[in-house]
């Protein structure tokens, strides 16, 4: 059983099948891809070995034809709420009262539950021209975008939305960013209007009843009144492991600690991805692919002590 349908979860789901192991994957959010679905679908994606950038929609995708051959059974919009041992191994308890039982369960949960921070202003305008992520870039073409926010998110949606945008405008309530200067700095060379040491106030709607315009208001200085037909609210996201927390399970930070076969400390249960912790730790998408074969590879021994823990290289088998 793996719970998480995240990019870690799915090739997790690959590798389980190239094993020769059945596999569900169940996931609260109803389509498979995780935080990058959910999040940014539109986004360039630039640490996965072998693709220079690739757009999360496009990764997702991939991935799910990848472990298609193995027939991975997927229950989405479903939520693992509990963990108990049984006679056959373990079973998995979801919302609604069904049980799934399995030999062993693979944590692929990233972050666990994910809240966006609110932006005070757009109280109830949530759907009605504030978002806070971008599914479809095209959706606002030629429209009056602000973002908020001074953080990685907040940049990477004004360098996608800028090609597509008549006009997008960063707004941030402090004077220094938290994103990576590189971005920051292509920001700046497109000419990408910032406002800083500010904060949106309020949000308006036009004779149609959308949103039409801003104010927004820079410390010491007179108000600004923008045009904006979205608002991005990037203000980043309070995250914990929901029902996981109670599994019995060592948790460090709001993330599993597992040892180097990425084995918790509840026998047969492991963690892959950005929900596993251990010294030195690094949260990329492509060390949780690597902690997923790696998790799978240690599973199929401990489901069947005679398999080998290193089955040879998938490119040789036909």
Do not use: C
């Amino acid at each position: 059983m793996i719970v998480g349908a995240g990019p870690t979860g799915l090739f997790a789901a690959y590798y389980a099948g190239f094993r020769g192991l059945s596999m569900a994957v169940v996931d609260s959010l109803p389509e498979a891809g995780g935080q990058v679905t959910a999040m940014y679908p539109e986004k360039m994606i630039y640490d996965v070995g072998g693709f220079p950038a690739v757009r999360g929609r496009d990764l997702v995708k991939g991935l799910v034809e990848q472990a298609a051959p193995w027939n991975p059974r997927y229950l989405l919009g479903r939520k693992a709420e509990g963990l108990r041992s049984a006679d056959s191994g373990l079973e998995i308890l979801l919302d609604g009262g069904d049980v799934v039982r399995a030999g062993a369960v693979l944590i692929t949960a990233g972050i666990g539950e994910f809240t966006p921070r609110p932006l005070p202003a757009g109280d109830g305008w949530l759907g009605r021209g504030m978002v806070h992520f971008v599914p479809a870039l095209d959706a606002h073409a030629g429209q009056d975008v602000v973002v908020v926010g001074g953080g990685d998110s907040a940049f990477d949606w004004v360098l996608a939305l800028h090609p597509v945008a008549a006009s997008v405008t960063l707004v941030h309530r402090r004077a220094k960013f938290r994103a990576a200067d590189s971005i920051v700095r292509e920001a700046q060379r497109l000419g990408v209007r910032m406002i800083t040491d500010a904060e949106v106030s309020e949000m308006r709607a036009g004779e149609s009843g959308e949103l039409s315009e801003i104010t927004v208001q820079p410390k010491g200085s007179d108000a600004l009144v923008l045009p904006a037909q979205t608002v991005v609210a990037a203000l980043g996201f309070t995250a914990d492991l929901g029902p996981i927390e109670n599994w019995g399970l060592e948790i460090d930070h709001r993330a599993i600690a597992v040892d180097s076969k990425m084995a918790t400390a509840r026998e047969r249960v492991y963690a892959a991805g950005d929900v596993a912790s251990y010294p030195g730790k690094v949260k990329l998408i492509a060390t949780g692919f690597g902690e997923a074969a790696t998790a799978v590879n240690n599973i199929a021994v401990a489901l069947d002590p005679d398999a080998h823990l290193f089955p040879g290289h998938s490119s040789n088998v036909e």
